[in-house]
């Protein structure tokens, strides 16, 4: 069975950073897509980030380009996201998730395994 923690959330003061890391147990997922997603209470969950298998391309969300960088370590099954210029608006539960199948990465449909989540929160 396939288990995604992440780890790295916390407290940030605005315009500071945090890095956040996502390791697969389970799985080896260098044939996975790997996204990160982020929800606040009564909101649907949205798109941060994602890197496709090959680790060529990268994807992001318009309101995190230029401040948030996917990567990921296929050796240690592991996959980041260092989160810069951090902002109030940025507080949010934060889920990476995986995907073998074909299809856009960029919604939450189709990915087929999830973390627990961890806590971001950016005060003013």
């Known amino acids: 069975q396939v288990q995604l923690v992440e780890s790295g959330g916390g407290l940030a003061q605005a315009g500071g950073s945090l890095r956040l890391s996502c390791a697969a147990s389970g799985r080896t997922f260098s044939s996975d897509a790997m996204g990160w997603f982020r929800q606040v209470p009564g909101k649907e969950r949205e798109f941060v980030a994602a890197?496709?298998?090959?680790?060529?391309?990268?994807y992001y969300a318009d309101s995190m380009k230029g401040r948030f960088t996917i990567s990921k370590d296929n050796a240690k099954n592991t996959v980041y996201l260092q989160m810069e210029s951090l902002k109030p608006e940025d507080t949010a539960v934060y889920y990476c998730?995986?995907?073998?199948?074909?299809?856009?990465?960029?919604?939450?449909?189709?990915?087929?395994?999830w973390g627990q989540g961890t806590q971001v929160t950016v005060s003013s």
């Open positions: 998730a995986g995907r073998n199948r074909i299809g856009p990465v960029t919604t939450t449909r189709g990915y087929e395994y």
């Open positions: 890197i496709p298998p090959g680790g060529f391309s990268r």
